[in-house]
């Protein structure tokens, strides 16, 4: 109901498909209004729509928007409870380990040179919900009429750390 045209619409994909791709996060709206809402007292991740924040570019998409469904927020909300993300997440990040490095090519091979390595134990969801709210933790919606790859969080480079308890440098 929010998308919009497909730029392969009626060309590679058939006439009429559809596209939602959106980068969300908590520190602000995307450009066409969609960003993510902690309610604490509810122990909900929520998606919200606020209209007046969509850019200008896409005032002929929020056209659309109101005849299909409204301006309002999002009805029925969507939302991820605290209780399932944190125990999804968990399972995923129990512990891990962080490792940069640097890469240099030569005659066509890579070379790695490991700069930093830490040890991450204990995941910490406190500390992704306030990576959500800071812009860190990002949420990929990435769908078209005929295909959905799904929701996804995303976290920039080098926030990992941020998620744990406990970090141990190593190197």
Excluded at 14 to 42: A, L, N, W, Y
Excluded at 73 to 99: C, I, M, R
């Amino acid at each position: 109901m929010y998308g919009w045209a497909h730029q392969e619409d009626g060309k590679k994909y058939p006439k009429g498909e559809m596209s939602f791709r959106q980068t969300i996060h908590g520190q602000s709206p995307s450009d066409r209004g969609f960003k993510v809402v902690i309610d604490r007292k509810e122990q909900k991740v929520l998606i919200s729509f606020d209209a007046g924040s969509v850019d200008i570019r896409h005032k002929k998409w929020l056209t659309t928007i109101k005849k299909r469904v409204g301006i309002g927020e999002l009805s029925p909300q969507p939302y991820w409870g605290f209780d399932d993300l944190e125990h999804k997440a968990g399972t995923k990040l129990l512990n891990s380990f962080y490792v940069q490095a640097e890469v240099k090519i030569e005659k066509k091979k890579e070379f790695y040179h490991y700069t930093k390595v830490m040890m991450l134990q204990k995941f910490n969801f406190d500390g992704f919900l306030k990576a959500l709210e800071e812009g860190k933790v990002l949420v990929d919606f990435d769908a078209r009429t005929g295909h959905n790859h799904g929701t996804k969080f995303r976290l920039r480079q080098d926030c990992l750390p941020m998620l744990y308890e406990k970090q141990t440098i190593i190197i």
